[in-house]
């Protein structure tokens, strides 16, 4: 797996239990009168939250469960901190994803640009026209749930985003890998804020040899 779809499963943004992977995907041009006003309200939403956090807890393939805080601020950064396993880090500095695993000291660097979170991260989140929409789910309750894959990418997988409808807001993402592998992110909680502090959305590579150190 690649940095970018590794790094996209581990915490980029994971919804809906209620959409399967294997259901037929639905070319964008196919979406209903419905299914692109709720697109626009998931498009709103990302457009109203600046800055945000809390705690989440992510169930990988085979039951692998971790948890720990989340803080995101467009455009482009965010920071996950894992505290299980402890110390593994994955951050967006507005221009780099960075994973750093510390039991590994493995650290791995991409282009933002390259990875999906560069849609959901941007000054302006069109998500209509940064990813192919390929469903659009609405339930009883008003949640709703939008299973998308990156348009220039459109083989590497899905994401399903998962929304309480009243008021809008993010409750999980599940991204999809190519081999169906699935892993779930849930917000077990969200807080809008005005803005971060800048050091969170940093991090150099900790394995690179100090000056003057063997």
Known sequence: MNLSRRAFATGSLTLGAAVMAGLPAFAQSTLTAA????????????????????????????????????FIQRPGKMRFEYSNPEGLLVVADGNNLMRYDPRLEVFRQAPLSA?????????????????????????????????????????????????????????????????????????????AVNSLPNNLFTLRDPTRRRPGRN
Do not use: H, K
Request: glycine share 12%; aromatic share 8%; proline share 4%.
């Open 115 to 191: 990875t999906p979170l560069s849609v959901f991260l941007g000054r302006d989140v069109r998500i209509e026209e940064g990813v192919r929409i390929d469903r659009v789910t609405r339930m009883d309750s008003g949640a709703f749930a939008v299973v998308a894959r990156d348009a220039r990418r459109p083989n590497e997988g899905q994401v399903i985003l998962a929304f309480a409808g009243s008021p809008v807001r993010l409750m999980e993402w599940t991204v999809i890998d190519p081999q169906g592998q699935r892993t779930r992110t849930q917000l077990s909680s969200f807080e």
């Open 35 to 70: 299914d692109r006003e709720t697109v626009g309200r998931v498009s709103s939403w990302f457009q109203g939250v600046r800055a945000a956090r809390g705690n989440f807890v992510e169930t990988g393939p085979g039951g692998r469960r971790a948890e720990g805080r989340y």
